[in-house]
DNA sequence: ACGGAAATGTTTACTTAGTAAACATTATTA
DNA sequence: TAATAATGTTTACTAAGTAAACATTTCCGT
């Protein structure tokens, strides 16, 4: 009710990633974020410097709430199932993922941080890969390291794709329902 | 000169494709066009019912432009230089290839031919896999291509991405001047 | 507790972009 | 050649991002 209202940042970020999430990032507009919050239109500049520096904050959500449910993954675990678990985020949660691996528009060297968070997760591909080789050179790690990153985004956006034209196949089907099978059959022979 | 230009429809295409290849979809804007073309803002809706379908001429363009260099590789060339032209082509027309792969916000639906022309590079996609996999089960060909062309589009993501942020490492590095030898010790080994 | 500075919210207004509607001109065709 | 279709222009509306000036509240040092 008041003038001012206590975290209000937050809740904008809140209902951002509401947006975002069933809608799309382009579906976001501060007009709509703001109303939604029952302030002004221009109330979000007092928190952020730009509709990007919005972006931005979502994209760290994302990186986070994938993490968090990396974190969970035990260490055994096969690389497939650490595969899967990000075809099945890519799947479940289209629009963030959009915001995060798609071609953003963002200049990523003004956030540094987001460049971190996403290579943190590389480099932790990147150890699973050696374990899973470990008589190999460090060229061929590097090698297979981008060969999976690869085929895992490739098939999130193929499926997204598919899905999305309603041309989903019988294949495309069983691939779904067996990321880990794929992922054995394919990227990790 | 005149009130009627001949081929404006052909001019505001070329137009666009050219500020599309250059600098990106997102920067294509009515105004500019048709400042460029020297006739009035909307005059382009006497050619498009609106930007999305300018959007679809580009895509068909762009499919278009990848087939042309596609058409000139032998069927017995090998799968690998096949993937590679891809890749080649992705870097090369960097935003050209993301109006094609992006998530575009565009209905597929409404544009049925270029639901057609995608499709038409994946199912030469499938014969050169039957080729290269010849005892295998429809299914496994058909879980193979899917891998394939997931590869093949997330490598083009993470080389361009990493080349953007300035993260091009040895071995990224390596991996575009080899593209055939990255393919086959990998994807096609 | 108090007076001003810092933080936070509001109002107003400007800019860019897509596009509809009404109007003007040229091309086409019966 | 007159009617009609096609094509271009003008005007104007709407949505969206954001800057600037103003208002209110919070907070901090005295």
Chains 1, 2 share one sequence.
Request: aromatic share 12%; charged share 30%.
């Amino acid at each position: 009710m008041g003038y001012h209202k206590k975290n209000l940042k937050e809740r904008l970020v809140e209902i951002a990633w509401e947006i975002c999430k069933a809608e799309s990032w382009q579906k976001v507009n501060m007009r709509l974020v703001a109303q939604k919050a029952g302030v002004s239109t221009t109330a979000f500049y007092r928190h952020f410097k730009s509709k990007n520096d919005l972006k931005a904050e979502l994209m760290r959500r994302g990186f986070q709430f994938l993490y968090e449910g990396i974190k969970e993954l035990n260490i055994d675990d096969s690389l497939s199932s650490y595969g899967a678990h990000y075809i099945r985020f890519g799947l479940e949660n289209p629009h963030i993922y959009d915001l995060m691996f798609g071609n953003s528009d963002l200049d990523m060297s003004l956030y540094p941080d987001l460049e971190a968070l996403s290579n943190a997760s590389f480099n932790g591909l990147v150890e699973g890969v050696k374990a899973f080789m470990p008589n190999k050179s460090e060229k061929d790690i590097m090698i297979k390291s981008y060969n999976v990153w690869a085929s895992v985004h490739g098939l999130v956006g193929i499926l997204r794709r598919l899905e999305w034209e309603g041309n989903k196949t019988e294949t495309l089907e069983w691939i779904e329902k067996n990321l880990e099978d794929y992922l054995e059959k394919t990227t990790f022979s």
